[in-house]
């Protein structure tokens, strides 16, 4: 069968995936982001990056990526760099209109990267993922055990932070492209699944009218408050 990639989202690292892994009936590749790991570097921009990126998985893989994970499958199927993705938590981009809200939204975006980035910078990975861990669209990550939201806080609080600000400025929301078009061209090669309890991205779903798995107990991140449900629907 295809490979089946997985890319995970932004501060976090491959082990993310363990428990949906594990709970697959198939083999599957871990794959670490661009600038997560000293194997996997960063371009010069988001364009370069996804290059690198597709260099490093098959052609006919499906990719199936969670938050930042998502948006880079979706870059690798917007260049046709792979088969089909399964995008969990995905923002396709913020609108180019070239004047008005979106572009006002973008510069916002890009401000609010750069400021992470700083954080970054300052305060070292533990004190940035004080801050980022306390928004509220991960509220819902209290669910899972403690165990398991320990070790990955320990695994994610060993990135180097350098790397990681670096990562926010070339791949954030801010600096990617606008890729609903792209997305909604290859719809048949596209899956979208979202948690039952992530209103934010459950709208953007909406939005996109494309089909949406829905993921019941869960919110914004499915891979830790609810893996063995999501590997049943990456199952079918």
Not at 145 to 158: H, K
Request: net charge negative; proline share 8%.
């Amino acid at each position: 069968m295809p490979a089946l990639v997985l890319l995970h989202g932004f501060a976090q690292t491959p082990a993310s995936w363990r428990q949906v892994a594990e709970a697959l009936p198939y083999p599957v590749t871990l794959c670490p982001n661009p600038g997560h790991s000293p194997d996997l570097p960063l371009g010069a921009d988001w364009a370069a990056t996804i290059a690198l990126l597709a260099a490093r998985i098959p052609r006919d893989a499906t990719v199936v990526g969670y938050s930042l994970g998502a948006r880079l499958a979706l870059g690798l199927l917007a260049e046709d760099a792979i088969a089909a993705a399964v995008l969990i938590g995905v923002n396709p981009g913020l609108a180019d209109t070239g004047a008005g809200d979106g572009a006002d939204e973008r510069t916002a975006r890009r401000a609010l990267d750069a400021a992470w980035a700083e954080r970054l910078r300052r305060d070292g990975t533990a004190g940035f993922l004080d801050a980022w861990e306390a928004q509220p669209i991960f509220a819902t990550a209290a669910r899972a055990p403690q165990a398991i939201r320990d070790a990955r806080r320990a695994a994610r609080a060993r990135l180097d932070p350098h790397a990681l600000a670096d990562a926010m400025e070339v791949l954030g929301l801010g600096a990617m492209p606008d890729l609903r078009a792209p997305l909604l061209a290859r719809a048949d090669r596209a899956r979208l699944i979202v948690g039952a309890d992530d209103a934010k991205f459950r709208a953007v779903a909406a939005a996109l009218g494309l089909p949406t798995t829905i993921i019941a107990h869960s919110g914004h991140d499915p891979t830790l408050e609810a893996p063995v449900a999501l590997a049943a629907e990456l199952s079918r």
